[in-house]
């Protein structure tokens, strides 16, 4: 049991000794500093992705939503169905799929802020394979310019270097915005690092406290029969150390206790913050959700009421979160695989066959078909669709 020992009423005046000027100054400011986890990725990712349950759920709800949609590959006249950009993407490697790969990516870009995908290439000018490398281990070489030049991958002691300067890098480098950085993006997980350590530090205070038998500490009080109440150095040494081998501790949980005269335990109980602990837990798990667009609704946080439903809540998730960052990536992989293979082709979510925009998809597919003012041209673009020839029918 974790006790709050006995604080000596009165203790004899330190000794007088020589200190530097500035003591005084250095020991106001960092008395009560907050400790703050470290900001790095490394840090980051283990305590609030591996060591978080909120950031590791609304990572997984999100890379894998995004994963699942189903993706369409088409230029400015027909949508394929067979493409080399298609066929790499639905089996980028030996081994992973396009979800699994894509999954890592997506992972990737909201642990760190940046993703990096490489193309393995043979003989042929169109890579062979593709693979998603940990952030982590990447640093970008930047050029005279300010633009990358290269890419370094370091993994225990080891380089490697890609060169990025020739007609199309080796490397697709998808980051998301960051105002200070000119090179790397701003992940999630830095915005929610105060209450990534606010959640973390409530869910080790709740430990301690089933460590302790779920019950609060207490103190130890010693009246003398003189009324002087104080005890001398040598037993308030062996009164501490004695209560600290045999009561602190779950094992030696309610554990009796046998005083001697004139000493009386008084427990504490709970003070109105300890009350309130739980309510700014949630409110942390809540900012947590906040930062990475996930609502609180679909990760069981209670007392939110921000959509009237689930199925409210799931839509928008998928609109506001999952839809523009899997056009983002969609876009980007397009674009760097155009270079290779030599024509520009567009790869993006097929929404007609996601089930969380079906009402919204059936809505706008009613108004394009009842415009009569539109042709059937006007109304393809409306609907993201390719043009197809005069008389002629979509390939």
């Known amino acids: 049991m974790v006790l709050d020992f006995l604080r000596r009423r009165s203790a004899p005046a330190a000794p007088e000794r020589k200190a530097s000027a500035t003591e005084p100054v250095v ?3 960092t008395a009560g500093r907050v400790a703050w986890s470290p900001r790095d990725t490394v840090s980051l990712t283990r305590s609030g992705f591996a060591g978080n349950p909120v950031g590791f759920r609304c990572v997984r709800l999100i890379s894998e939503a995004a994963a699942a949609l189903p993706l369409v590959l088409q230029d400015q006249r027909r949508r394929f169905d067979t493409h080399p950009v298609l066929g790499l993407v639905n089996r980028p ?3 992973q799929g396009r979800a699994e790969l894509l999954e890592a990516l997506f992972a990737q870009l909201l642990l760190t802020g940046n993703a990096y995908v490489e193309a393995v290439q043979g003989e042929a000018a169109f890579p062979l394979e593709l693979h998603v490398l940990r952030s982590d281990r990447m640093r970008i070489i930047p050029g005279e310019t300010g633009w990358p030049v290269g890419y370094e991958y370091a993994v225990g002691g080891r380089k490697h270097r890609f060169d990025a300067t020739g007609p199309v890098a080796p490397i697709c480098h998808i980051k998301t915005f960051h105002p200070q950085d000119d090179h790397y993006g701003l992940s999630p997980l830095q915005a929610a690092a105060m209450a990534l350590d606010v959640h973390n530090s409530a869910s080790r205070w709740s ?3 089933l460590d302790n038998a779920a019950r609060p500490s207490g103190a130890l009080v010693y009246n003398a029969g003189d009324g ?3 005890l001398a150095d040598d037993q308030f040494r062996r009164l501490s150390d004695e209560i600290e081998a045999n009561f602190q501790g779950a094992r030696n949980a309610g554990r009796p206790m046998v005083l001697e005269g004139g000493l009386d335990w008084k427990p504490m109980g709970f003070s109105p913050s300890d009350m309130e602990f739980q309510k700014t837990k949630e409110a942390a798990a809540r900012e947590i959700a906040l930062a990475f667009g996930v609502p609180p609704m679909l990760l069981g946080i209670p007392g939110d009421a921000t959509y009237a439903n689930y199925q409210e809540a799931h839509r928008a998730f ?3 979160t999952v839809l523009p960052l ?3 990536v969609a876009v980007a992989l397009s674009h760097w695989l ?3 293979a030599g024509a520009a082709v567009e790869l993006k979510p097929d929404l007609d066959q996601v089930p969380a925009l079906a009402a ?4 706008q597919w009613a108004r394009v078909a009842a415009a009569a003012f539109l042709t059937d041209a006007e109304k393809r673009a409306l609907l993201g669709l390719p043009a197809v020839a005069e008389g002629g029918r979509d390939d």
């Open 326 to 328: 899997a056009t983002r």
């Open 338 to 340: 155009s270079g290779f």
């Open 27 to 29: 020991a106001y400011h």
């Open 228 to 230: 002087y109440g104080m």
């Open 93 to 95: 490697n030996l081994a």
């Open 207 to 209: 430990k301690s406290l």
């Open 318 to 320: 998928f609109r506001l």
């Open 360 to 363: 919204e998809r059936d809505a």
